[in-house]
C-alpha cells in the first residue's frame, strides 16, 4: 500500500501520496508560491526491501530512551543476581564494572563497601585497606564509613603504613566522635606508631597523657611501665 499523509496534511490528510502531489501543486499555484515546474528533474525514490513500495519521508513523533538510568540498574541487578548465585569471580567483576562506570550511584557506596568486605574475607589487607578508604573519602556521610575510616586505620597499622595509619587515626578521633574507651586504644596504637617511627618525643607525650588521665594507680604504673620498658628496646 502507499503511504497515506498523516493529519499534519491538513486537507491532504488520509490521502495517498500519489493522489495529494498533484492537489498539493495546484495549492500552491493558488497561493502563487509556486516558483517554477521542472519537468525534466529526476529523483532517486527509496523502496521497501520486501514489498518494494516507496518509502515516503513523513513528520513524525520521535521517541528517544535514555539508556544510562537503565544501564546502571542493569548493572546493579547482574552484581545482586551473580553474588547470590554465590559466583565470587563475576560478583567481583560486576561490583568493580559497576563503581567505576557509575561513581555517583546510590548504588556505588553499598557495592564499594561490599568490595572491601570480600577482600577482608580473601585475608587480602592491602586491598582492603585501600577500599575502606576510598569508601570513606567518597560517602563520608554514609552511616557505615565510621566503621570503613577506622577499618582503614587498623589494616594500615597492620601493615605498617605507619604514617598513613596515624593520619587516619588522627582523622577518626576528630570525624567519627569515638567513645573514651575507643579513644584510649587508639591513642595507644598512636604511641606505638610514633615509636616505630622513631618518633620517641611524640610517643612519650602520648603514655604521659594516658598515665595522668588514668583513674587508677596500678593503671598509670601499667602505662608508665610499658613507656619505660618500650623506650629501653
Known sequence: ?????????????????????PKIVEKLEQKGLLVKTDTAYTNTVKRCYKCNNMIE????????????????KALYNAYI???????????DEMAKLFVV??????YAG????GLAQES?????LETAQKQYQDFYKKFPEDKEARKALYNAAVYAEVLEYNKLSLQLYDTYLKEAKPTAQETRAIEIS?????????????????????????KSTTEKLDILGEQIGRAHV
Open 1 to 21: 500500500a502507499l503511504p497515506i499523509l498523516l493529519p499534519i496534511a491538513g486537507e491532504f490528510a488520509d490521502m495517498k501520496i500519489t493522489e495529494a502531489r
Open 57 to 72: 519521508p513523513q513528520i513524525k513523533d520521535q521517541w528517544f530512551i535514555t539508556m544510562k538510568p537503565l544501564a546502571e
Open 81 to 91: 543476581s551473580y553474588q547470590k548465585k554465590g559466583d565470587i569471580q563475576k560478583t
Open 101 to 106: 562506570k557509575f561513581p555517583k550511584s546510590g
Open 110 to 113: 553499598k557495592i564499594m563497601l
Open 120 to 124: 577482608e574475607k580473601k585475608n587480602d
Open 190 to 214: 598512636k604511641a606505638k606508631l610514633y615509636r616505630k617511627e622513631k618518633d620517641l618525643e611524640k610517643s612519650a607525650a602520648i603514655y604521659f597523657k594516658l598515665a595522668k588521665e588514668s
